[in-house]
């Protein structure tokens, strides 16, 4: 029994002994001190605004020409590939001219006809004036030999029109680009038969673009033309900064937008077809609170920014504007020259204490 109690004795006093080390742990775990957060501020400054809307639109090509056949005849060669860059009179296709060469002949074999006939008739009217002179015959005889020679003259112009008109029909066996531009579409091959309208080639050229830009119909009163765009697509790295050129009088019956128009000259890089990113400049405010997006955290209270004084983190619920380049406009809650939180606001609540690094330009 007593062996029993020694055992008791035992356990107890390290149950005690346990309990102490824990509240020790406890007391010690309290006395230490919250380490500051490390962060990164600024200052704000009052700047200027740009007063803009952002939209996503589509390119569209105005000059996108479509190469048709202008006579009836055969397909000899292409020329061209599909995505080929081609220049202003380049040769596009051949068509087959033998007919018109057969043509050319026989043209040719009339006026040389007609030409024997006139000089013939010629002398015959010079004779007849001599015979005129000298009273052998009536001018009535001569009247009628002159008259048959003008008839030979005008067939003998009619013969060379024609021939001409055979000469032109024949240099359009060759099919020229007639702009500049890379081709889109090959619409033929070798030995298909065309006929005058009939699609050869279609080219697409970005020397002169247009920009489809829809926009809510509850701005359509501050947009007007004249208005300075920002314009980007994903095809290239270059922003374009133009202006509106028109508004299209009508709302879109499908999405209830604006359509408005902005050109876009000599972009090598732009392709017809694809998407465009515009931003419209509506106006500019002369001085605004602007603060980096980063300084911006969402807690219970709303969208908030925390202000540094003396070491501690002091948050301050602020109303924001335009969102412009990284950076927010601030509306409320916050004062010019207020030094906020950059790097490390994520981190923070309400009155914590922070360590100050290099604040950011």
């Known amino acids: 029994m007593q062996k029993i109690i020694s055992i008791l004795l035992i356990i107890t006093s390290i149950l005690l002994l346990n309990a102490c080390s824990d509240s020790s742990k406890e007391l010690d775990s309290s006395r230490i001190e919250v380490k500051p957060t490390l962060v990164t501020t600024t200052q704000i400054k ?68 007609i030409q024997a006939l006139l000089e013939n008739q010629t002398k015959v009217v010079a004779r007849n004036q001599a015979l005129v002179d000298k009273n052998f015959i009536s001018q009535t005889v001569l009247d009628t030999e002159t008259a048959q020679q003008k008839v030979l003259k005008e067939q003998l112009e009619a013969a060379k029109a024609r ?24 619409l033929v091959s070798t030995g298909d038969f065309v006929s005058v309208g009939d699609p ?20 359509a009163a501050k947009l007007k033309p004249g208005l300075k765009v920002r314009l980007s697509t994903p095809t290239s790295n270059t922003t374009v900064e133009t202006v509106v050129h028109e508004l299209k009088p009508m709302i879109a019956e499908g999405s209830r937008s604006v359509d408005v128009i902005a050109d876009i000259d000599n972009q ?45 983190a002091h948050q301050a619920v602020v109303k924001t504007g335009q969102h412009q380049n990284g950076m927010v406009e601030v509306l409320d809650g916050l004062q010019s020259n207020d030094t906020i939180v950059v790097d490390g606001a994520g981190f923070l609540t309400d009155k914590a204490p922070v360590a100050l690094a290099k604040p950011t330009p």
């Open 46 to 113: 009052n700047q200027a605004v740009e007063n803009t809307e952002e939209t996503i639109g589509s390119i569209e090509g105005l000059i996108d020409a479509t190469v048709a056949a202008e006579i009836v005849a055969r397909v000899i060669k292409v020329h061209v590939v599909a995505g080929e860059q081609v220049n202003k009179g380049q040769l596009l296709a051949t068509l087959d001219a033998s007919d018109f060469a057969m043509q050319r002949n026989e043209a040719q074999a009339e006026i040389a006809r």
């Open 268 to 312: 090598k890089d732009w392709q017809p077809g694809a998407s465009v990113t515009g931003v419209v400049v509506l106006g500019e405010q002369a001085a605004a609170l602007m603060i980096p997006e980063q300084s911006l955290v969402l807690r219970p209270a709303g969208e908030v920014a925390y202000v540094v004084r003396d070491g501690i």
């Open 163 to 186: 021939s001409g008109s055979i000469s032109h029909s024949s240099s359009k066996s060759k099919i020229l680009a007639p702009v500049s531009g890379t081709v889109e579409k090959r």
């Open 200 to 219: 050869i080639v279609q080219i697409v050229s970005t020397k002169k673009l247009r920009a489809h830009l829809p926009f809510p119909e509850k701005i």
